[in-house]
């Protein structure tokens, strides 16, 4: 992983087109009109309600629901659909690119999406992973903000078919955005949000399943911490959960394994382990928390 | 688990004696103040200067270094002290107390410290095993507060060798207090609070063990709320961890067959049965935070 910090002015696209306004398209939208990072937003959608919202809130100049009209006219396309539709409406779109338009996306898993994404593409285009980490694929249009990527992480992916000049104009429209542009691999990519962001969900969906009512009469704090996010929409999670299969499943023996080492020391009563594994825990996460500036430790 | 409603303004006890005055024995003493009723509060502890500040506080009216005084002088006997700590203090007051005097605690295990601290009264004086859902036994005094116990769940539990006429009393007390008083088993009580706040306090500080650096960089507000208790105090959750040993070892048990499931449907492409736990998951949460009030979600 390595940070890339730029202070460049003219990271121009003339038509930046954004494929699906929502939280993080209209963001986009909002956030590289306020920096004058582009000549005009096209918004691109299914819906003329949501869209002509969006230019009523300037988060776009103009907008289609004809996704052939949009690929004709784009110099830049961000798709930011929800990550199962990301490649089949690439796919519609990529027989009319303009030649060297670049193409990228804001989908929370990259493995797969990119290894297809360049498959459809298959040169033509080049094609970077994108996941900026802020908002959700979820909310919609009204909650776009123009600075919810300042001083977010923004991950672009590299692999070995990246176009070399579309990963550094990305990481500079990134950072001119005011994010924190950082480049890894898509496998790498995928085990790390794994780690921090999806095994996390299940397990909040898990602790609810198995605390019957009677329990749950008796959550305080640290259940409620625990399980907030399983309140997260189902037909998301299921799509991250098909997307990421893989590394989630790795994540997944990686918690048992961990699990394993304290059910192991609690049934041979090592509670100075246990005790060294707590204090190490909460060194991590009060380090983490200090680097984060979270207020609530 | 049966709950208790009472309106008797009559629950009295002439000395109240609280052991151990933090933020739980001190909020005991104001709330009992403040509510009539006791005669009078009589702090039990090591520290003259910090019974001193409970005192200045209004927590306690007066105090003593000694257990034996302590001992003689209460009619009822509240126990605030560490989980591994309130039988062998128990210990020692046993010989000294007085006739009828009603001896309970507020740790937040109860299966072991209730047959042990019934074994050393060994019927001389009744023990009714107490836990209070709010706040924690390591805060200081400063944060008394005398409606810290107002809607928060006070399990009483009940044994076989339980004193009815005590359990009765305490019920009245906890009410007066303005808790829900509830009542159960020592074995339920544990297995619960297991699933409901012990077993999360664990999976925060293996999630913080699981990810190494590069990938707390990328971490957001999921990780943040799951993770958020491992910065509790590792000694306090030492003690707990040995206290409810085998409660513990249950929950993990029943994690790893939940999270067994959820690999085998992800290895199985099964990823309606995935949406289906996330929807069911959603439900019991959001219904949660409705019935408890949590703003959040």
Redesign the interface.
């Known amino acids: 992983?390595s940070y890339v910090y730029m202070n460049k002015d003219e990271t121009h696209f003339d038509v930046l087109g954004i494929v699906g306004v929502g939280l993080i398209g209209g963001s986009l939208g909002l956030a590289a009109k306020k920096r004058g990072l582009v000549g005009n937003v096209l918004g691109i959608g299914r819906s003329p309600e949501k869209l002509e919202r969006a230019k009523q809130l300037g988060a776009i100049d103009e907008y289609t629901t004809d996704l052939v009209e949009g690929a004709q006219k784009a110099d830049c396309l961000i798709l930011c659909v929800p990550v199962l539709t990301i490649v089949p409406l690439l796919t519609q779109m990529v027989p009319h690119l303009k030649p060297g338009c670049i193409v990228t996306d804001v989908g929370s898993t990259k493995t797969k999406i990119v290894k297809e994404a360049e498959g459809v593409l298959a040169g033509r285009n080049p094609f970077v992973g994108g996941h900026p980490?802020?908002g959700s694929e979820e909310a919609g249009v009204d909650a776009a903000d123009a600075d919810l990527f300042v001083g977010a992480?923004y991950?672009l992916t590299e692999s070995k078919n990246t176009d070399k000049a579309a990963l550094r104009k990305l990481i500079e429209f990134a950072s001119a955005l005011g994010a924190d542009a950082?480049t890894m691999g898509t496998h790498?990519h995928d085990?790390?949000?794994a780690?921090?962001?999806h095994?996390?969900?299940?397990?909040?969906?898990?602790?609810?399943?198995?605390?019957p009512n009677?329990?749950?009469?008796?959550?305080?704090?640290?259940?409620?911490?625990?399980?907030?996010?399983?309140?997260?929409?189902?037909?998301l999670?299921?799509d991250i959960?098909?997307s990421n299969?893989n590394a989630?499943?790795y994540?997944?023996?990686?918690?048992?394994k961990?699990?394993d080492e304290?059910?192991f020391a609690?049934?041979d009563?090592d509670?100075d382990s246990?005790?060294?594994?707590?204090?190490?825990?909460?060194e991590?996460?009060?380090a983490?928390?200090e680097k984060?500036g979270?207020k609530?430790?």
């Open positions: 992983m980490m802020a992480t991950v950082v790498d085990i790390r949000v780690m921090i962001s095994l996390p969900h299940i397990i909040a969906a898990a602790l609810m399943m198995l605390s009677e329990a749950q009469a008796l959550a305080a704090g640290s259940f409620r911490d625990t399980t907030r996010v399983a309140s997260s929409p189902p037909n999670w299921r959960c098909e299969r989630i499943i994540s997944i023996v990686s918690l048992r961990q699990m304290i059910e609690l049934s009563d509670f246990i005790e060294e594994m707590f204090a190490r825990a909460k991590l996460r009060d983490l928390a984060k979270w609530e430790s």
